[in-house]
């Protein structure tokens, strides 16, 4: 079945850095992916829509400066966290769906656990 | 807008009784999907099951099963005998056919079960 590859699984980082979050399709082609924050206990939240070759589009209150997403091609959308803050920690999940059809269900990634310290 | 409300923050059951978790979603849209998927404790997504507006039959998977009422907006979720394995949190989500876009989650219902 499709898959979705998240990397890195977790990474630790000192506050100021950045940090890029990769997220493939590995079987199939997805025009658009999309990149949830989830906090602890808490739900998914939809933080952008990553669109092949545009720029994303990002929801209300997240802001597009700080977290960068790039949809270079088909398969690969990258989000980085620039200048991180203890604040961003939090488990980052990206999905995509198979462009060949829209009735192809969304698949996830395994999501990126970022500590910021 | 599309909202999902999952009104179980934390159930907690013994091993082998049945537990339902309760999913109310608003739309306006007329065709859209509903999803439910869990969450263990190593937080990817398991997706379960995906039904369309215009099927309304429920399903059974094993000892999960979906009942489906679009007269209440309801998609709720029972778990039959339930495990330990079953602990986790289980999301309930909504998404419209049209389009491409993303899923819309409720707050999610931490299930615990005690052996």
């Known amino acids: 079945g499709a898959v979705v590859s998240q990397h890195p699984s977790w990474v630790i980082c000192k506050s100021g850095t950045s940090v890029k979050i990769e997220c493939r399709s590995l079987?199939?082609?997805?025009?658009?992916m999309f990149w949830y924050r989830q906090f602890p206990k808490q739900s998914l939240m939809l933080m952008a829509t990553?669109?092949?070759?545009?720029?994303?589009?990002?929801e209300q209150g997240v802001e597009k400066d700080k977290f960068l997403i790039n949809h270079a091609s088909l398969t690969l959308s990258t989000l980085t966290v620039t200048s991180a803050h203890p604040e961003d920690s939090s488990f980052y999940i990206c999905?995509?769906?198979?462009?060949?059809?829209?009735?192809?269900?969304?698949?996830f990634g395994n999501g990126t656990r970022l500590t910021v310290t | 807008a599309q909202k999902v409300t999952q009104a179980q923050t934390e159930i907690s059951v013994v091993e082998k009784e049945d537990v339902t978790l309760d999913c109310v979603y608003e739309?306006?849209?007329?065709?859209?999907?509903l999803f439910w998927y869990k969450q263990p404790p190593s937080g990817e997504l398991v997706f379960l099951i995906r039904?369309?507006?215009?099927?309304?039959q429920n399903e059974i998977s094993g000892r999960y099963s979906w009942n489906f009422q679009k007269s209440t907006s309801s998609f709720n979720f029972t778990i039959t005998a339930s495990q330990v394995v079953d602990s986790a949190v289980y999301f309930c989500?909504?998404?419209?056919?049209?389009?491409?876009?993303?899923?819309?989650f409720g707050k999610g219902t931490r299930l615990s079960v005690i052996a």
């Open positions: 999905s995509a769906r198979d462009r060949a059809g829209n009735n192809s269900p969304l698949h």
């Open positions: 079987d199939f082609q997805a025009t658009t």
């Open positions: 990553s669109n092949e070759g545009s720029k994303a589009t990002y």
């Open positions: 739309t306006r849209d007329t065709t859209y999907y």
């Open positions: 039904r369309n507006s215009f099927d309304e």
């Open positions: 989500a909504l998404s419209v056919i049209s389009g491409n876009t993303p899923l819309v």
